[in-house]
């Protein structure tokens, strides 16, 4: 089978970028790990993400496989400033993104484009009018969700959910990572016929069982691991421990630990704490190192996610690959991850009284924890290895290139028989 040389485009989620920040999380893990598993297998991997920092050289190794021979390095895009800017402005810049990505693969063409969000897929599919490479998107997280939870609060640009819908329509295929955003893909307009699911995965050698537990107080302690941001329900979190005299509460997530209080949603958090009686149980530790993530996790007796909505959701997948149980909202992609009363359990979005029941049925059971703890390394070893997914990406990526090769011999109308003719645009 032969190899193929593939280009990610991650506009805003660098795979080098330091997780816990305001736009650094399950993005970069997906993308970065993807990439890592894909050159595992042979494949030559090049992920394309905005240059904001001057100092960066143009281009990282990432990944080097010394069986298989596969590559992966990061590539740093001029596009707008050498700084780093919230993704929500970047929008106006993604044209530039675009003809430069158009203007390299001229050169150096790749055999299929990944773009990884809606405005690397803005780039990709400019760049698609010029080269002719066929363009595979996940969304990772869509607009008109976003919009539906957090409404005159959400700050995307007024463009993006048109802009997804032609993406939807566009896009030579779509890798969802869920059955939920499936069907907001549908909704959207997106052919049937050109939609798979990929799931995100986890990192086994890290997240496993049997490894060290970070110290404990030994009072029951519930865990919550992510970016510091409002729709991540830490507060609901809280009113839930009110409710649960005697347990702590670990949150890692946000800025260094060492300056806490320069992040304005810690300071919304510590209020709402003392609001409700709480803060001596509870502990805003700050960004927690990638290595150190595993450790925190195995001292839980639960880790707890509560988002309003959440497109997929990684931890409580590496929670389940340490042996832990989660109780998580029922949203997005934990539905399907998270089998409820079997490896956590499901509980409504913003309803802490429910979230505590669940938490306290959890921490009177210690038999009950244990089972659903080994169910769930059972469970995400079932499938959820990144090797499993970069296998079943691939196969959509190949199906595709087939697609693509097949509509150039018969000269077929259609999405691939576009890309075809873009590809004669791109040569004159």
Request: charged share 20%.
């Amino acid at each position: 089978m032969a190899l193929m040389k593939v280009a990610m485009v991650s506009e805003h989620a660098s795979p080098l970028a330091v997780l816990g920040g305001q736009d650094a999380g399950g993005q970069n893990v997906h993308v970065a790990a993807l990439a890592r598993a894909l050159a595992g297998r042979g494949n030559t991997v090049e992920v394309y993400t905005r240059r904001d920092d001057a100092d960066m050289p143009m281009v990282v190794p990432l990944h080097a496989d010394s069986v298989s021979g596969g590559t992966a390095h990061v590539v740093h895009v001029p596009a707008g400033p050498a700084r780093y800017l919230d993704k929500d402005h970047l929008l106006p810049y993604m044209p530039r993104f675009g003809a430069w990505l158009a203007r390299h693969w001229t050169w150096h063409r790749p055999d299929l484009v990944h773009a990884h969000f809606w405005m690397s897929g803005v780039a990709a599919l400019w760049a698609r009018d010029w080269v002719g490479v066929p363009v595979v998107q996940t969304f990772h997280a869509l607009g008109v969700v976003k919009r539906r939870h957090q409404r005159d609060r959400d700050t995307s640009p007024a463009e993006r959910i048109g802009t997804e819908r032609r993406l939807a329509r566009d896009s030579d295929a779509i890798i969802a990572t869920c059955s939920d955003e499936v069907r907001e893909l549908l909704a959207l307009g997106a052919p049937p016929e050109r939609l798979h699911i990929a799931p995100c995965g986890v990192d086994f050698d890290a997240f496993r069982p049997d490894g060290p537990a970070a110290p404990r107080t030994g009072v029951p302690r519930i865990v919550s691991v992510g970016r510091l941001v409002e729709r991540k329900g830490i507060d609901v979190l809280l009113a839930a421990l009110a409710r649960l005299p005697g347990a702590e509460l670990v949150v890692a997530g946000g800025p260094d630990g060492a300056r806490p209080d320069t992040d304005p949603e810690v300071r919304r958090l510590r209020a709402v704490s003392a609001a409700l009686g709480v803060a001596n149980r509870v502990r805003l530790i700050g960004r927690v190192a990638r290595p150190d993530v595993p450790a925190l996790l195995r001292s839980a007796d639960v880790v707890a996610c509560t988002p309003w909505y959440e497109p997929f959701g990684i931890v409580p997948l590496e929670a389940m690959a340490c042996g832990v149980p989660v109780v998580v909202t029922a949203v997005g992609g934990m539905l399907d991850t998270v089998l409820d009363g079997q490896t956590g359990l499901h509980v409504p979005a913003n309803d802490p009284g429910r979230l505590a029941t669940a938490l306290s049925g959890l921490f009177a059971d210690p038999d009950r924890r244990a089972a659903m703890g080994r169910r769930g390394v059972k469970r995400v070893r079932s499938g959820y290895g990144w090797d499993d997914v970069a296998a079943g990406t691939e196969a959509v990526y190949r199906e595709v290139v087939r697609n693509l090769s097949d509509a150039v011999t018969t000269g077929g109308a259609g999405p691939a028989g576009e890309v075809a003719a873009a590809a004669g645009k791109g040569s004159r």
